[in-house]
């Protein structure tokens, strides 16, 4: 029941990512509701896909698409009227990164794999839907070049499993584990935490320009 609910959850909260990211690149209703399903359901696909569960969770049961096309629905009606405040897609993305990270966790676990493989299911079904969003919109995805963020997905997945292992309530250890991983993505994002950037320096004559 508390991996169900915060499937549906997270569903809906990445939908609402979704919507509002293609609001932002001015994609008429059809891109918002694609990319919106793209966001929703995305990371989850690719978790079952690789630990071989069938059917896709979204094709198991009905209520995801009307969930994920609903929320973009209703978040490309709002766009339409309202400003969204400046901060919303990043917030809204958090929470999506927090509850798919820690249910997709769960699924594996559920589906009798080792911690560090449930932890890597984690940070994929938390950062999948996000990178496929950014590709559809046309952009970097925020996993490659943003401020903390798949490791914000690891980080809360370690503490999850350690407030399990040291017997804390499922629900309390969902509640600490997801407010750590919105409140390390939040605040990197205040404050500009990343981990060191990869820069290729390269000579002022190349090999190529030597030879020409």
């Known amino acids: 029941m ?16 979704g ?21 929703a359901v995305g990371g989850g696909t ?8 069938n059917p896709i969770f979204w094709i198991a049961d009905s209520i995801y698409l009307p969930v994920t096309l609903s929320a973009g629905l ?6 339409r009227f309202w400003a969204p405040p400046l901060r919303l897609l990043e917030t809204v993305d958090a929470f999506g990164l927090a509850l798919f990270s820690i249910s997709g966790l769960q699924i594996a676990q559920q589906s009798g794999q080792s911690h560090l493989i449930s932890l890597v299911m984690g940070v994929i079904t938390g950062v999948a839907g996000g ?3 950014d590709i559809l919109c046309g952009q970097i995805p925020a996993v490659f ?3 903390l963020y798949a490791s914000a997905a690891l980080i809360g997945g370690v503490a999850y499993l ?20 919105v409140t390390l993505r939040l605040a990197a ?24």
């Open 2 to 17: 508390l991996i169900y609910f915060l499937q549906v959850l997270a569903t809906l909260v990445c939908a609402v990512s």
């Open 131 to 133: 990178v496929f969003r």
């Open 189 to 212: 994002l205040q404050w500009r935490w990343q981990l060191p950037v990869f820069v290729l320096k390269e000579g002022s004559e190349s090999v190529c320009s030597k030879r020409s």
């Open 46 to 53: 690719l978790r079952d896909v690789f630990l071989d569960r």
């Open 19 to 39: 919507a509002l990211a293609a609001g932002r690149k001015s994609l008429d209703l059809f891109g918002v509701m694609v990319v919106s399903f793209a966001a």
């Open 162 to 181: 350690i407030f399990v292992k040291i017997g804390i309530s499922p629900w309390i250890c969902v509640f600490l584990a997801a407010l750590l991983i």
């Open 74 to 79: 209703l978040a490309w009606i709002y766009t």
């Open 145 to 147: 070049r943003s401020e």
